[in-house]
């Protein structure tokens, strides 16, 4: 169950993944902006604003970018070393073991493929209200999740929807078809969504200056009303909250394996992305607060209630428009990452061999990607976005934190590597254990993310809200028993080592 994976195999695994190097520094780079960039500026920041933080919703994204920072500078020393697919689930199982391994996919699933179902419902209130504008008025049923969120002061409550988003499903069912044509051709056309999306916010952000109203940012941190909602709490809450919104840099360490030059171009795309996407969300966040008081922001598209108050209605339209494509791009990206990382954990003998069958004509793993997909749509077809983008952060925070012990373990472990890019800042050494001052701190980060979602579930759990604790407590439950009963038996590295004995 500790077994660790040798680093001859990782580099035999370099040799003969099968999968085409076709991606370089420029698309590595787009595919962090293009996972990023999304459901967290479009959708997240106006819920995050209106429920808990307030205007100060820019000091959680300052919080959570920061805790990003440090978790990419660990991301891009072990893709310096380590340039396969599977990203921080190859680094753990080189590093701490199989069981840490298997933990570590299992929360990138949460990570990257149910994210996918948060980002599709996005998709779902933005592509509706353009249809609208087009005099197509979609069904209420057919955009609606079986189930909803109602906030009642500091309490969160779940309500029936009355309907199935099926506009989510498809555009899940959508972004799967064009992953299973292939690696290169979907990188081309997310770098074409990225330059449109991003254009979009860079007009609104020019355009929507001059209607700013300073005293929308007063208070900037709104009095607290208990519990996460607003005050210094909510800000810590908002900042748990928009978290995922940051997940697209560690989509770019997936990709490794289809890179020209990773060793070089996979650090140089993680910390880029993350930069280029920290600074977008600042400025669009600084606006849109401004523009529209944060009570109002707690809908599916913000941003469209913000281009409405500024009465420009062409720009309201090109506003709806960047975020379908932009949306698109997220959810192209997302199930990437989890179907390379499927691929990776099949080869080891993990999960099935289906998500390692690479489809004959277009190179991808085209079985796994299918199930991946169809996932996702069922979640986002069901399930509110506010209990997915909470389960995504808790899931997301424990896997960056499991990255950043990661450096810490294989550095002292492993003093013998020279890793082409190193984190920075140096370490301690405490009875002559190697203990990285950004690793550290990217552990830290990830436990003050990860606190306020939990008090949270517990807190619900005892006020008659135990759906998010009861889903939360089935997906650990199910992802132990995969490994005790498929994962430990076929695991290829424990074949080997029971066949020397």
């Known amino acids: 169950m500790m077994l660790r994976k040798p680093t001859a195999h990782i ?3 370099i040799a003969s993944h099968g999968l085409k190097r076709t991606l370089g520094p420029l698309n590595l780079t787009m595919l962090g902006v293009g996972s990023t960039i999304g459901a967290g500026i479009y959708v ?17 994204f300052l919080i959570a970018g920061l805790a990003c920072v440090f978790t990419a500078l660990s991301y891009g020393e072990l893709a310096s070393v380590m340039p396969v697919s599977g990203s921080a689930y190859t680094y753990a199982y080189a590093a701490v073991g199989e069981v840490f391994a298997w933990t570590t996919g299992w929360l990138l699933l949460l990570e990257y493929g149910i994210s996918t179902a948060a980002v599709a419902a996005g998709f779902s209130g933005y592509a509706t209200s353009l249809l609208h504008d087009f005099g197509v008025d979609v069904p209420a049923w057919l955009h609606t999740p079986m189930l909803l969120t109602s906030h009642d002061g500091p309490l969160t409550t779940l309500v029936m929807g009355g309907g199935l988003d099926l506009v989510a499903a498809f555009a899940s069912l959508l972004v799967t078809a064009i992953l299973v044509i292939g690696v290169t051709e979907s990188a081309t056309v997310n770098t074409v969504i990225v330059f449109i999306k991003v254009s979009v916010l860079v007009i609104f952000v020019a355009l929507g200056i001059s209607s700013v109203h300073p005293a929308n940012w007063t208070p900037f941190i709104p009095p607290s009303q208990g519990g996460f909602r607003f005050g210094v709490p909510g800000v810590f809450r908002a900042a748990s909250v928009i978290f995922f919104a ?3 840099f560690e989509a770019v360490s997936c990709a490794a394996a289809e890179a020209r030059n990773p060793k070089r171009d996979v650090p140089i795309g993680i910390l880029t992305s993350l930069a280029i996407c920290t600074v977008t969300y600042l400025c669009v966040a600084a606006v849109l607060t401004g523009i529209v008081p944060y009570q109002k922001l707690g809908v599916a598209d913000p941003l469209a209630i913000a281009v409405d108050a500024m009465h420009q209605p062409w720009l309201a339209l090109l506003i709806k428009v960047g975020a379908v494509t932009g949306l698109c791009s997220v959810m192209l990206v997302l199930l990437y990452g989890q179907s390379r990382i499927f691929y990776t954990m099949s080869r080891d003998g993990l999960l099935p061999r289906a998500f ?3 489809h004959p004509r277009f190179r991808t793993p085209w079985i796994g990607t299918i199930i991946v997909g169809v996932a996702s749509a069922t979640a986002a077809a069901t399930l509110p976005i506010d209990i997915i983008s909470d389960l995504v952060s808790l899931g997301t925070t424990v896997a960056f934190g499991i990255v950043s012990f990661t450096v810490i373990w294989q550095r002292n472990a492993r003093p013998d590597l020279a890793p082409p890019f190193r984190v920075p800042l140096g370490a301690l050494r405490i009875r002559g254990v190697w203990i990285g001052i950004v690793p550290a701190l990217g552990i830290l980060f990830c436990v003050v993310m990860a606190a306020p979602l939990l008090i949270d579930l517990v807190s619900e759990l005892f006020n008659g809200n135990p759906v998010p604790a009861l889903l939360l407590l089935g997906y650990v439950v199910l992802g132990a028993a995969c490994y005790l009963f498929y994962g430990m038996r076929h695991s290829a590295l424990g074949r080997e080592v029971r066949l020397r004995r």
Request: proline share 4%; aromatic share 8%.
């Open 44 to 60: 997240m920041t106006g819920s995050a604003a209106a429920n808990y933080a307030g205007p100060a919703v820019l000091i959680s």
């Open 356 to 358: 390692n069958t690479l």
């Open 11 to 13: 580099e035999a695994e």
């Open 246 to 248: 940051y997940v697209g």
